[in-house]
């Protein structure tokens, strides 16, 4: 039976938003596990965010070529292959939790989750919603990408329970990892468009081009674009030091510090569509609405430095839920400020790739930065973290402030036209 085309539209944004939120569980596991992981491999804080600098070396790498594969490959065997490799390396480290093995298994991870998939996984976003709908679309996939790692998670940390062992538990906890993405890969195979059998007729204009690269390179605001992602993606990530946080700091079990985590870093996805109607239908523009989460983020990072040390477990716990709802506000619509920058479509891939080796560069650097901090200076760690992304949330601001303004005189330069 053939789907209309709306149904057709909302089927794929679901598939690729659990696509997006089981492929990266694996890599990023130390989110929700960060005391398991370390506990099971005997690791230091610095080695458990060295695993994140190996798969932030890879991407890095992988970054550029990927984005300019994803202009010229089919979205749908691009996301099958990354799936079913991110699931076969799943299951081996799974098998082995081993430090050194699990260094090479996190590099592997970038040519799984990153290479073809990154971009490919963006663009198809971006192509499914009109221009106007930019915001609601990548809102409803990280509703979906939230879902999936609420799901996932929850029952991670039911099957966790199983074990009496650590390796025990993280056994466990890998194994779903598998499951999900061998799932998502099931609902590609299954609802996402063989968009190779269709043939349309792309004008020569429409067409990618690598000297497109160089024009891109020379293009201010697509570096502007990648500071806001690198902003955006630090805050996201850095969300997940309230777990080690509320342990070592507030006193909290790594159980129940797990359980915030999955709120903080997936439940809260769930969001995600009320921020992005909020930058389309309230202020008709990603960058104003940036600004205000940006801003609130900036008094709530500081605002951890005044808690005092008698404070209530349970209050500080649920403060630190709202770093968490207001970063992901600003992450989950992110990719949709490329609009405000009035680049072509057709070299979206390109511009994911050219702006992720910046936009993702914390993966390369942050982990160990933090883990440094948290080894040399204990708990005062905390107060180094906090400090460095109210900063991040400032630089942020001014960027999103300047591709605002660029917006603006593009749109006033096409009234004069329209008006001549």
């Known amino acids: ?159 966790s329970g199983w074990s009496k062992t650590t390796k025990g538990v993280m056994f466990n906890v890998v194994m779903v990892y598998a499951l999900a993405t061998a799932v998502a890969a099931l609902l590609v195979f299954l609802f996402l468009k063989k968009d190779e059998n269709v043939k349309v007729e792309i004008s020569e204009d429409e067409k990618f081009h690598f000297k497109d690269v160089g024009h891109l390179i020379k293009n201010p605001y697509v570096w502007l674009f990648a500071v806001v992602v690198f902003c955006g993606y630090s805050l996201f990530s850095s969300t997940s030091y309230f777990t080690p946080y509320l342990t070592d700091v507030v006193g909290v079990s790594p159980t129940n510090s797990g359980v915030y985590s999955i709120i903080r870093n997936y439940l809260f996805m769930l969001l995600s569509p009320i921020s992005g109607y909020i930058a389309d239908k309230v202020f008709k523009s990603t960058s104003k609405w940036l600004t205000i989460t940006l801003s609130v983020l900036v008094v709530l990072f500081l605002g951890v430095l005044l808690i005092p040390t008698s404070a209530n477990a ?44 910046i936009g993702y560069s914390p993966d390369l650097f942050m982990s160990v930065m933090f883990g440094n901090w948290l080894d040399r200076l204990k708990n005062k760690g905390y107060t180094l973290i906090f400090l460095y992304l109210a900063g991040t949330c400032v630089v942020a601001i001014v960027c999103a402030f300047l591709i605002r303004r660029h917006a603006i005189k593009i749109s006033e330069l096409v009234k004069d036209t329209e008006g001549v």
């Open 314 to 357: 349970t209050m500080v716990s649920i403060y630190t839920l709202l770093p968490g709802a207001f970063g992901l506000a600003s992450y989950s619509i992110v990719f949709s400020l490329i609009n405000e920058t009035k680049i072509p479509a057709k070299v979206t891939g390109t511009v994911i790739g050219l702006a992720s080796v």
């Open 1 to 159: 039976m053939k789907l209309s085309d709306k149904t057709q539209k909302y089927l794929s944004i679901i598939t690729l938003g659990v696509s997006g939120g089981s492929i990266y569980l694996i890599p990023f596991i130390k989110y929700v596990f960060y005391d398991q992981q370390i506990a099971a491999m005997s690791m230091t804080n610095a080695q458990s965010g060295f695993l994140l600098s190996m798969y932030g070396i890879g991407n890095m790498i992988l970054y550029i070529p990927g984005g300019i594969l994803a202009d010229k490959l089919s979205p749908r065997k691009c996301l099958l292959f990354s799936l079913l490799s991110t699931t076969a390396l799943t299951i081996v480290y799974g098998f082995t939790m081993n430090y050194k093995i699990a260094l090479v298994i996190w590099f592997l991870f970038s040519f799984t989750t990153v290479l073809v998939f990154w971009a490919s996984l963006l663009k198809a976003v971006r192509m499914i919603g009109s221009e106007k709908e930019q915001g609601t679309m990548f809102g409803i996939y990280y509703a979906v990408n939230g879902l999936t790692g609420v799901g996932f998670n929850t029952l991670a940390l039911w099957v």
